[in-house]
């Protein structure tokens, strides 16, 4: 009996010494934190967009929007205009959603190093006026330009529409956050590429003025020329692409939020290369001719729509940042006043900080890496150390996902195929002073086919300089602050 007793008492203190064991573990161990992918949809809707005709829509030109106002204390005009991705703009050719994926990617790829060599020929004090552009073979349906892609085809960038000239015409027109010359192709055309709208004549608008060569605009163009007193600028891409043509100033309008007179923009009359698609480009970098600097903004902000939709959001300037905004450091380089740097200092997996070096994301002396938030890029490129621990952090929380082979420049890969939705760690930016922004699922595993191959969105480069591009933007509106050297995150406020 009194063994009975000993032996039931000892097994006892077992299951209590387990227990006690179990509930230490439990809290000490970090609390997993998990966003919820719907796999059925983001493929439902990758397949809606190899078939979807733009001309089901309204015309964009009838879009109508209204500036978002947030907590704005400024005095100048808010403008606000219509944001679409090119996929709700330009019907793709694509019938298979993995060789539009593989499109999309080849021309990132030309974009980022496209980005790259800009800082790397800044480092060296290389001025672009020394350099020409190189003749392309490339054919527009196999590659587009970083800026403006090829025939149709679905790319990472965003069109908006805006009205050049008086009486304002509407053209459909790329953002870049990237550059800072604003151009649009002109009559005559020595060459011209092919564009949705009609080619802009400067002889119907009342509000054209060649700029001179002495004045302030054409001294701050990267490439001028003189020709009878006038202005001439030439803008060339990565992949030898390049607008030559008239520097100007005209009317641009913004919807029916408003216009401003006296926008320096390029009147190319030989555009060449692999543009096929917008009229031009909208620069909204922070040189001195950008968009953005002449409207003397002191804020602007966009939300972008998923690469796949078909919905639009707006471009907002001057309307302030949402009360609700997660907050980061916006930073310019005494190298190249084009770029926004932002104060990234980390990620986390699953509500575990990912493991990188202090300052590995910091700008040094000469203006080598940091992190840049862009528009124009799709796939966020992180220095490989940085990228390497982000990935293996996640790849050691999703051990119970089935694997998948590598696709392009993406080496993690799931196949989803069999599951409507799944539960995966959340991956988020982490700003400093405690701040973080939680990304959703979708923003960093994503389709690259049609039948449920989803790859991890982020990629390394060898490149000083890292880059937050528009899928892990997708969402959120996207404040810069101008005035007050901040960028802001918010949700739900497209």
Known sequence: ??????????????????????????????????????????????????????????????????????????????????????????????????????????????????????????????????????????????????????????????????????????????????????????????????????????????????????????????????????????????????????????????????????????????????????????????????????IKATSFSYCLVDRDSTGSSTLDFNSGLPADSVTAPLMKSRKVNTFYYIGLTGFSVGGQAVNISPGLFEINESGEGGVIIDCGTAITRLQTQAYNALRDAFVKQTQGLPSSSGVALFDTCYDLSSKSSVKVPTVSFHFGEGKSLDLPAKNYLIPVDSSGTFCFAFAPTSSSMSIIGNVQQQGTRVSFDLANNRVGFSSHKC
């Open 1 to 294: 009996m009194a063994a009975a007793s000993s032996n039931h008492f000892l097994l006892s203190f077992s299951l209590f010494l387990s227990f006690l064991s179990t509930s230490t573990l439990a809290r000490l161990s970090p609390q997993t934190t998990t966003t919820t992918l719907d796999v059925s949809s983001s493929l439902s809707q990758a397949q809606h967009i190899l078939s979807f005709d733009p001309q089901s829509l309204k015309a964009f030109a009838q879009t109508q929007t209204q500036p978002l106002f947030f907590n704005s204390s400024t005095s100048a005009a808010v403008f606000s205009v219509p944001l679409h991705s090119r996929g709700s703009v330009h019907k793709t050719h694509h019938t298979d959603y993995k060789a539009l994926v593989l499109s999309r990617l080849d021309r990132d790829s030309a974009r980022v190093d496209s980005l790259s060599t800009k800082l790397l020929l800044a480092l060296n004090g290389v001025k672009k006026s020394q350099l020409r552009p190189l003749p392309t073979q490339i054919q527009a349906e196999a590659l587009s330009t970083p800026i403006i892609s090829g025939i149709s085809q679905g790319s990472g960038e965003y069109f908006s529409r805006v009205g050049i000239g008086n009486p304002a015409k509407q053209y459909y027109m790329v953002l870049d956050t990237g550059s800072d010359i604003n151009w649009i192709q002109c009559e005559p055309c020595t060459e011209c590429y092919q564009q949705s709208d009609p080619i802009f004549n400067p002889s119907g608008s009342s509000t054209y003025s060649p700029v001179t060569c002495e004045s302030k605009q054409c001294s701050s163009l990267e490439v001028s020329f003189c020709r009878s007193g006038k202005c001439l600028y030439q803008v060339s891409y990565g992949d030898g692409s390049y607008t030559v043509g008239d520097f100007v100033t005209e009317t641009m309008s913004f919807g029916n939020s408003g216009n401003m007179n006296g926008v320096a923009l390029g009147c190319g009359h030989d555009n060449e290369g692999l543009f096929v698609g917008a009229a031009g480009l909208l620069g909204l970098g922070g040189g001195p001719l950008s968009l953005t600097s002449q």
